[in-house]
C-alpha cells in the first residue's frame, strides 16, 4: 500500500528559526513529489515540484530534496517569517493519483 | 492567469437532493481529478480522466458521478447526496510531468 507519512505533525518556533520538514514514502516508484501549503479552510498552493529523476528544487527560501531509495523528502524553510505559519503537505504522484501526507502544521511566533 | 476554478465555493444542501460542483481549468491540460478533504483522513481522489470521455475511479469513487465531455471542464455530480459527503472538495489539473497539478480554491459542501 502507498503511504505517505509527515513528521512531525505540529511545529512551533520563533520567528527566525531555519526549520525542516520531513516526509517519508513508502513505495519508491514515484513519479514526482510536489509540496503544497494550505491555509486553513483554503486551497492547495504549490510550493515545490521534484520529479523523479531530481534530487533538489529551491524557490526563495524554501529548498526540497528528494532521495528516492530511502524514501524520504525534506523540506527545509530559511528564516521563518509569521507569514509562514500554515499547514505544508507532502504529496507524492503515483500514476494517475496524488497520495498526500497528513501535514504538519506550522505556527512561527512574531 | 493560469488556475483551476470551482464553483460554488459553499453549498449547503438536503440529503438526496442532487447536485452538481464544476471545474474549469484554462491550461489545456488533459489529467483532471477530483479529491475530497476531510479531518483525521487527509485527502483522497474520487475521480480522475485521463482526457476526453476518458474517466476513472479513484480511491473513495462511491455515491460521486463525473464527466468530461470537454477538455476545461470537469464536473463532479452527486446524484443523491447523503451527509456523510459532507466535505471540503477540491478539483485538479496537470500537465502531465513538468509543473505538477494545480488545485482549485475548494467547494465546502455540507449535506444535512
Known amino acids: 500500500k502507498q503511504e505517505v507519512t509527515q513528521i512531525p505533525a505540529a511545529l512551533s518556533v520563533p520567528e527566525g528559526e531555519n526549520l525542516v520538514l520531513n516526509c517519508s514514502f513508502t513505495?519508491?516508484?514515484?513519479?514526482?513529489l510536489q509540496w503544497f501549503r494550505q491555509d486553513p479552510g483554503k486551497g492547495l498552493t504549490s510550493l515545490l515540484l521534484?520529479?523523479?529523476?531530481?534530487r533538489e528544487q529551491t524557490s526563495g527560501r524554501l529548498n526540497a530534496s528528494l532521495d528516492k531509495s530511502s524514501g524520504r523528502s525534506t523540506l527545509y524553510i530559511a528564516a521563518s517569517q509569521p507569514g509562514d505559519s500554515a499547514t505544508y503537505l507532502c504529496?507524492?504522484?503515483?500514476?494517475?493519483?496524488?497520495?498526500f501526507g497528513a501535514g504538519t502544521i506550522l505556527r512561527v511566533k512574531s | 492567469e493560469a488556475q483551476v476554478t470551482q464553483n460554488p465555493r459553499y453549498l449547503i444542501t438536503v440529503t438526496g437532493k442532487k447536485l452538481t460542483v464544476t471545474c474549469s481549468q484554462n491550461?489545456?491540460?488533459?489529467?483532471m481529478s477530483w479529491y475530497r478533504q476531510d479531518p483525521g483522513l487527509g485527502l483522497r481522489q474520487i475521480y480522475y480522466?485521463?482526457?476526453?470521455?476518458?474517466?476513472d475511479k479513484g480511491d473513495v469513487p462511491e455515491g460521486y458521478k463525473v464527466s468530461r465531455k470537454e477538455k476545461r471542464n470537469f464536473p463532479l455530480i452527486l446524484e443523491s447526496p447523503s451527509p456523510n459527503q459532507t466535505s471540503l472538495y477540491f478539483c485538479?489539473?496537470?500537465?502531465?510531468?513538468?509543473?505538477?497539478?494545480?488545485f482549485g480554491s475548494g467547494t465546502r459542501l455540507t449535506v444535512v
Open positions: 480522466s485521463m482526457n476526453v470521455e476518458v474517466t
Open positions: 491550461m489545456n491540460h488533459e489529467y
Open positions: 521534484i520529479q523523479s529523476s531530481q
Open positions: 504529496a507524492v504522484e503515483y500514476g494517475n493519483k496524488l497520495v
Open positions: 513505495d519508491s516508484a514515484i513519479y514526482n
Open positions: 485538479a489539473s496537470s500537465d502531465g510531468a513538468n509543473y505538477g497539478y494545480t
